[in-house]
């Protein structure tokens, strides 16, 4: 014991030698095991919780998976990486995870606010000084020399007793490394905690042995919060019961919004409430916006454009869609989207579509109204109706004008000026819907990248027009004429293309000269349309060619050697009585649909489609003569047989089902014939059936994920499901029972294991771009 003690008075002589500016430095000594337990066991009594928000709710699940997660019980070190957005609650539930496992430990810190912290003078050696403080309950202020001899002996706190660190905000590793050294300490019992908005930086770190993604509260969570800030109990008085609905819809799941908003709101009358959220819908609460604003500013000037076009344009949008756009503008989008994501601004979903929180989205577009508050012309994005209808038909544009969006909430007669866009040369995107516009337009900026113009109002573009830059032309449901458009200009750039349900088309030209890099023709319900190019057969960058409901249309290519192809749509044309030559293989098609074509015999060659998974055939013959080849595509897993009882394969007749499940592919695994399930026998598609009625026998299809229901006026009932049913969408089904809808949500609870006192009503079911969905989804509308 002399021994120890003795050792511990040498180091701290050696340190007393440590002197800058006339103050003493002293470092802390490494004591050795045992010696320091009484002053452990007098720190540890000493130990306060740290402080918390007043109103913890839907925490408590959160900190048990965290804890479960860190693995106290083993003898390594081990660290924990905390994620997610600004505002939605990461500090809060690492302050509790402390709370609760502090005294677990021989010593234990909290370091707040490390980003922030790190960047002021000596920031760094400030917090070691909190850390070594508050692990060895060293009374008094002490003082480190430099950051390495701060990291030295933190390392060696980490090596020799257990602790508790918690690093809170951290967005770059240097903070983490200067603070605590390389994270590669030897075995010990230590837990660390990194919170960050910054997924990226949990990938980087060489002892990173689990992250947590926190995510928003569900909506049960969210009422009861928001209550306790603005009522002072857990549920909405009667009569604000409708306006707290629409505080949880906007707020989204946020606990940040969910607190500043009930706070603001507290006391206020009806009047005031309903003049506060129309508020908050036009423009975000201040507090709000500046905690969700730092991730923003973190950003640099090409990730900034890239976050505002998806909150003004592209939210909810195809992923590879959007990159090509931005592309096309020099934005280097495949590692800008990567950053945003990373630092929590957008999703990308199961469909990959990206998205974002619609506060984060509120949050972008008010930087953008902020650039010219009292005048929208001058902003870079127009999206809001009212602004746009301002500029364009005051003349108010200009060069500042990036993008706009012109979509009116319902049907509207709009009289454009023939040079109405003259003033924005500067114009990448614009987009109209739900307008009808009069006259012909004299000019389009050179510059677009986007023209989707839902019923343009000419059969051409303008003559001065020079698309060398366009990615996206949709012009559905318009009196276009492809001749007109493509006969003396070349779209090099062109990649996707729209023309559905455009009533004046009969052809389509040759694009292997016009727009050789187009990827996805959609030419749906043009009803008019008889014949396509044989060059389209050798378009090699096109992905997606849907010609469906083009009730005229008969002259395919004579082959079709599309290595790019994915999806390729016959669907209604009743016309087509054969399919192309396929030369070559194409491994790349997925979907091919011949539903409701004139298709009797496919060509030998139909084995060349070695990637295909979905075909769908039926319904006007009743045999179809498919080649033995057919059983050479081993990859195809859905196989959709409208209204067929038999097959010619080859020379011989087979039941399809027996010999598909036993035989044939084996990965085919649903089979599209359910008459069985349905009375009348006929009544095979789930839609526009009135007299529609499922019977039980439904619940034997083990395989079913996915029942839509339209338009079936007189359904009344819904039987119990599969178990491995995943989506119920029932739409415009006026009949169904309110009973019904209820056994279902019963079923689906039982599978989501949602608490029993869940009950049918509460607003727990998630639409499917909810960053708070539900692994299931119900979508019960009923009208």
């Not at 507290?266 to 500046?290: F, H, N, T, V």
């Not at 959007?322 to 590692?335: A, H, Q, R």
């Not at 957008?346 to 469909?351: A, E, L, N, P, R």
Request: hydrophobic share 35%; aromatic share 8%; with cysteine.
């Amino acid at each position: 014991m002399e021994k120890h003690y003795l050792n511990m008075k040498k180091n701290q002589r050696i340190t007393r030698s440590c002197r800058a500016g006339g103050k003493l430095y002293v470092k802390l000594p490494i004591y050795p095991v045992g010696i320091t337990s009484m002053r452990i066991s007098n720190f540890k009594l000493n130990r306060m919780p740290l402080s918390v928000p007043q109103f913890l709710v839907g925490i408590n699940s959160r900190v048990e998976a965290i804890i479960l997660q860190l693995e106290i019980g083993s003898d390594d070190v081990r660290m924990l990486g905390m994620y997610g957005p600004s505002g939605v609650g990461k500090t809060t539930i690492a302050k509790a995870v402390y709370n609760k496992i502090f005294d677990h430990f021989e010593g234990s810190s909290f370091l707040e606010n490390v980003k922030d912290k790190s960047l002021a003078f000596d920031g760094i050696i400030q917090l070691q000084e909190k850390l070594l403080h508050e692990t060895q309950g060293m009374n008094g202020q002490l003082k480190v020399c430099s950051e390495l001899k701060g990291t030295i002996a933190i390392e060696n706190i980490l090596r020799n007793k257990r602790i508790l660190l918690i690093l809170d905000d951290v967005d770059k590793l240097d903070q983490i490394e200067r603070l605590i050294g390389g994270c590669d300490w030897s075995a010990s019992r230590s837990r660390v905690i990194v919170t960050t908005r910054n997924k990226h930086l949990l990938q980087t770190l060489r002892t990173c042995h689990s992250t947590y993604k926190v995510k928003g509260l569900y909506d049960h969570e969210a009422l009861e919060l928001f209550s306790m800030h603005a009522f002072h109990k857990n549920k909405p008085e009667e009569d604000y019961s409708k306006l707290t609905d629409q505080v949880i819809c906007y707020a989204n799941g946020l606990p940040l919004a969910l607190t500043i908003i009930g706070a603001n709101l507290r006391g206020k009358s009806e009047m005031e409430w309903k003049s506060a959220l129309d508020k908050y819908k036009m423009i975000p609460d201040k507090d709000i916006q500046k905690v969700l604003q730092v991730s923003y500013k973190e950003l640099d000037d090409m990730e900034k454009d890239i976050f505002l076009d998806l909150a003004c344009f592209f939210k909810g949008l195809y992923k590879d869609y959007v990159v090509d756009i931005l592309n096309s503008c020099n934005l280097y989008p495949v590692i800008g989207i990567k950053n945003l994501i990373d630092k929590c601004l957008i999703t990308v979903d199961q469909f990959n579509k990206l998205w974002m929180h619609d506060l984060l989205q509120q949050m972008g577009r008010e930087i953008v109204r902020q650039e010219s508050p009292q005048i929208p012309g001058l902003r870079s994005r127009l999206w809001c109706y009212e602004d746009a209808f301002e500029v364009l038909t005051e003349d108010k544009g200009s060069d500042n004008i990036r993008g706009i969006t012109i979509v009116s909430p319902k049907p509207t007669k709009l009289q454009l000026k023939a040079n109405c866009f003259e003033k924005m040369g500067n114009l990448k995107f614009l987009l109209v819907s739900n307008v009808d516009t009069c006259g012909d337009l004299e000019y389009l900026p050179n510059g677009l990248r986007v023209l989707d113009w839902s019923r343009f109002p000419s059969s051409s573009l303008p003559s001065n027009f020079r698309p060398h830059n366009l990615v996206v032309l949709n012009m559905p449901q318009s009196p276009i004429i492809l001749e007109k458009i493509f006969e003396s200009t070349q779209y090099k750039s062109l990649t996707y293309m729209n023309f559905g349900s455009c009533q004046y088309i009969r052809k389509l030209p040759n694009l292997l000269s016009a727009a050789p890099n187009i990827k996805e023709l959609n030419l749906r319900d043009c009803q008019k349309l008889v014949k396509v190019h044989e060059s389209v057969g050798c378009l090699d960058k096109l992905e997606g060619l849907d010609l469906g409901g083009c009730f005229e249309f008969r002259i395919l290519p004579s082959f079709i050697s599309m290595k790019s192809l994915k999806l390729l749509s016959l669907c209604g044309c009743k016309r087509v009585k054969r399919l192309p030559d396929i030369p070559q293989e194409m491994k790349n098609l997925k979907y091919l649909c011949l539903e409701h074509t004139s298709i009797r015999e496919l060509p030998p060659s139909f084995r060349n489609l070695t990637g295909l998974e979905r075909l769908d055939f039926g319904p006007y013959f009743n045999l179809c003569h498919l080649p033995r080849s057919i059983y050479q595509l081993q990859h195809l897993r859905m196989l959709y047989l409208y209204d067929y009882d038999q097959y010619s394969v080859g020379v011989g007749t087979y039941n399809w089902q027996h010999y598909l499940s036993n035989y044939g592919f084996p990965r085919l695994n649903f089979l599209k014939k359910l008459t069985s399930c349905f009375t009348p026998p006929k009544k095979c598609l789930l839609s526009s059936s009135e007299d529609l009625c499922l019977q039980e026998s439904i619940v034997k299809f083990s395989r079913l994920q996915y029942l839509e229901i339209r338009d079936s006026k007189f359904l009344q009932k819904i039987p119990k499901l599969p178990e491995s049913i995943r989506v119920v969408r029932v739409i415009n089904c006026i009949s169904l029972k309110s009973e019904s809808v209820r056994e279902l949500f019963l079923q689906f609870r039982r599978k989501l294991e949602l608490p029993q006192n869940t009950k049918y009503g509460d607003n727990i079911l998630m639409d499917s771009h909810s960053q708070r969905k539900l692994p299931h989804q119900i979508d019960y509308s009923s009208k």
